[in-house]
């Protein structure tokens, strides 16, 4: 099936894929494999790489030299900042090829935020809306809305959709307040 024609792919791209959502651009030396799927209205920059097997969902913007790789799922409204990396492989050894049966699949939920220079480990699930603050180590699970930093992670509050940071209230300037669930799933909008 061929490509939408308002894709943007420039002239020193690689993009084997033709699943490519209308009005996505991918930039300069970025390299999306066959097999990958991106959305529609996504930027794909510079010397970002995106693996045969990885899903991007719509309106994810991926910053430059970003590394996505088989079984990771990014849903829509997703930013992730520059040089910030996915694993795959738990246990990578060069001399033992694994199959890609194997790779721990990661998950980013709708309109979550991750820093410039953070590497998110295999296996985990990000929850809706949360932030990943730059150069954070991710290993374990992240509830919804929770702002999360350093090596590794940890939650240090709680996050807006609009992307403040929320009070002890968890109503936040803009006007939305929410709820807390419980400390694994995070936040609900409250009402």
Known sequence: MPRDP??????KALCESDAIGPRTRVWAFAHVMKGAVVG???NVGDCAFIESGARL?????????VLVWDK???EDDVFLGPNMVFTNDML???AFKKPAESFLPTLVKKGSSIGANATIVCGVTLGEQCFVG?????????????L?????????GWICTCG??????????????????DETRGLAPRG
């Open 6 to 11: 308002s894709v943007f792919v420039h002239d």
């Open 92 to 94: 990578p050894r060069s």
């Open 57 to 65: 969902g719509n309106h994810v913007t991926v910053k430059n030299a």
């Open 164 to 181: 403040e940071k929320l009070p002890a209230s968890l109503k936040c300037t803009c006007g939305r307040a929410y709820a807390l669930l």
């Open 72 to 74: 990771v799922t990014i």
């Open 40 to 42: 529609s209205d996504c």
């Open 148 to 156: 999360v930093a350093g090596n590794p992670a940890k939650r240090r």
């Open 134 to 146: 730059a150069g954070s180590v991710v290993i374990r699970n992240v509830p919804a809305h929770a």
